[in-house]
């Protein structure tokens, strides 16, 4: 009876009690597997993806949260309103500021640009002075002296000063200007020149003239006759005449009148006194035949007084002052211009 009651191991009843046990602990195994995921998944997961809590003090706080962020976004937005109002104001504060820089600047351009222009006229002024000076100086110097030279020197002093002025308005100026200074030089030598260097010839000409009295015959040749000399030594034949000066303190007289009349000479010459230089001249000539031997030297000598007395002592000297009177029209000219 024990024998029937328990089955055998391979039996078909034992083989189907072994199947579903095997699928059974599968079962439980898989749902062990399954909790346990779950809980992990349950403790490990993020909160945000947990579902959102619509509880009313949930509610009510993100409304809190809301209206604070929104008033913050407000008080941000406000203050960059001010810092554009701010940064408006300082750029028109800027712009004006930069516009009155350029308009100081451009006052400025035009104050120099004023100054540069009143500098050059002055500097242009300046010179139409010296010139208009210099040229006064020559026309004096020839029209009361005749200093040739002089003229010559101070026109060229006046054509130096004007030629820095490149207006087109001087050229006339310039050339008229170069005209005259070409006249001055064309002039022959001044007359009181020549009548000073006659006058130093006659008086380098007296000590020849003065060992010789008036009346003295010549002397003998060195082949006359020894009584010839003799009777020369011994007789003196001289002419009876009012002028003649016989005793030497009368012809030292009459040398030193000379010499007196060739001093006043020079200063008639110097003053271009033609009245008193021919007077000179002429007492000059006359005290020559008193106390000189009228002799071919003598002859000559009294032949250039001659010839001098009857030359002027003013050169012929060119119309001068065009110039002058050209510079002063055109200054006046541009002073009554508006």
């Known amino acids: 009876m024990d024998t ?16 579903l046990l095997s699928w059974l602990l599968a079962a439980i195994l898989v749902l062990a597997l399954g909790a346990g995921g779950w809980w992990a998944w349950q403790r490990f997961a993020p909160a945000d993806d947990a579902g959102p809590d619509l509880s009313p003090e949930a509610l009510d706080a993100r409304l809190l949260d809301a209206e604070q962020a929104i008033t913050g976004l407000r008080r941000n937005q ?9 940064t408006h104001a300082r750029t028109g504060l800027l712009r004006e500021e930069v516009l009155g820089v350029s308009q100081r600047a451009a006052i ?3 104050n120099l640009r004023e100054l540069s222009a009143q500098a050059a006229e002055g500097s242009e002024a300046l010179r139409l002075d010296e010139v208009e000076l210099l040229l ?31 207006d087109p308005q001087y ?47 010549p002397v003998a040749a060195d082949g006359g006759s020894r009584w010839q000399r003799l009777l020369d030594a011994i007789v003196q034949v001289r002419p009876s005449s009012s002028q003649d000066l016989i005793s030497p303190a ?4 009459g040398e030193a009148t000379l010499a007196l009349e060739l001093a006043l000479a020079r200063t008639a010459l110097e003053r271009r006194d033609d009245a008193g230089f021919h007077a000179s001249l002429q007492r000059i000539d006359q005290w020559l035949q008193r106390l000189y031997a009228d002799d ?15 030359q002027p002592l003013a050169p012929a000297l060119p119309d001068q002052g065009a110039a002058l009177q050209q510079l002063r029209d055109l200054r006046r000219g541009r002073g009554s211009a508006p």
């Open 4 to 19: 029937e009651l328990d089955p055998s191991p391979d039996s078909p009843a034992s083989r189907s009690r072994a199947g």
């Open 78 to 86: 406000q203050g960059i309103d001010q810092r554009l109002t701010d």
């Open 108 to 110: 400025l351009e035009d």
């Open 136 to 166: 006064g100086l020559a026309q004096a110097r020839l029209a009361v002296g005749g200093d040739i030279a002089g003229a010559i020197h101070a026109t060229q002093l006046a054509q130096q000063a004007l030629a820095p002025l490149t």
């Open 171 to 217: 050229i006339n100026l310039r050339q008229t200007l170069g005209q005259e200074l070409a006249a001055l030089r064309a002039l022959p030598d001044d007359p009181r020149d020549l009548a000073a260097g006659e006058l130093d010839a006659l008086e380098a000409t007296l000590p020849r003239l003065s060992s010789r009295a008036p009346g003295t015959p």
């Open 250 to 253: 009368d012809r030292a007289t």
């Open 296 to 310: 071919a030297l003598l002859r000559e000598r009294r032949e250039r007084l001659s010839a001098l007395a009857s």
